[in-house]
């Protein structure tokens, strides 16, 4: 897979993950859903954290603003190591299934570092109101914005029976995290590494010498 495809497929992700955000940080308030299906909805949500939700300030005793920033800057020297791997690759010849998965991991995080980095700054809260872009009372600024989460896939929304220990009578639901674009292409990079490994990494096979 040649340099520009491999841009292109870059671009496009990246172009269809930010046009996904601002859409609904346009059109939706903080918490409205939208039923597409019983197990598909759409569901406008705020990442504040890294994976799942979670807050450095939870684990480390640092504040939230700076929890928020040193994540931020962690994500942007990330970042910079993908990009390395991705044009080493490129430059390398590597296999095809291993440029288009770092590729996929590569516009997955830039998708998600561009909210980080610029939201806070470009748009007001979505607290009982739809947010307006460009807004001059933004809700944050630089390095301080929110991830934009909004797919949501409750296949199964139910009760456990009364008689199951412990949990009888809870709610049980699968599958609960909401996500974006961006989370799709890096999980589904990922799992190309992982499924499809040999094919990825594999040596090239050396040519035998011919006996005369």
């Known amino acids: 897979m040649n340099f520009k495809k491999s841009l292109a497929l870059i671009a496009l ?6 046009v996904s955000k601002i859409y609904i940080k346009t059109h939706f308030e903080l918490g409205e859903s939208v039923p597409v299906f019983s197990w598909f909805k759409i569901l406008f949500i705020e990442n504040e954290g890294a994976a ?16 928020k920033l040193f994540l931020t800057v962690f994500r942007l020297f990330a970042i910079v190591g993908i990009g390395y791997w991705f044009f080493d690759s490129v430059r390398k010849g ?6 288009i998965a770092i590729s996929l991991i590569f516009s997955g995080a830039l998708g998600n570092i561009i909210d980080s980095v610029f939201y806070g700054a470009l748009f007001n809260d979505s607290y009982n109101q739809v ?25 199964i929304d139910t009760t456990w029976p009364q008689w199951v220990p412990v949990v009888g009578g809870n709610n049980f639901r699968f599958f609960e995290p909401v996500f974006n674009i961006a989370d799709t292409a890096i999980s589904t990079g990922v799992g190309i590494l992982i499924v ?11 040519e035998t010498p011919q006996k005369e």
């Open 94 to 99: 590597a296999s095809r299934t291993l440029i």
């Open 13 to 18: 992700i990246l172009i269809v993950d930010q």
């Open 196 to 206: 499809f490994n040999n094919k990825a990494f594999g040596k090239k096979e050396k």
């Open 131 to 155: 947010a307006t872009l460009f807004s001059p009372e933004p809700y944050g600024r630089l390095f301080h914005g929110k991830v934009v989460d909004m797919l949501y896939f409750p296949l």
């Open 52 to 67: 799942w939700g979670t807050k450095l300030s939870d684990i480390l005793p640092i504040s939230e603003v700076s929890g």
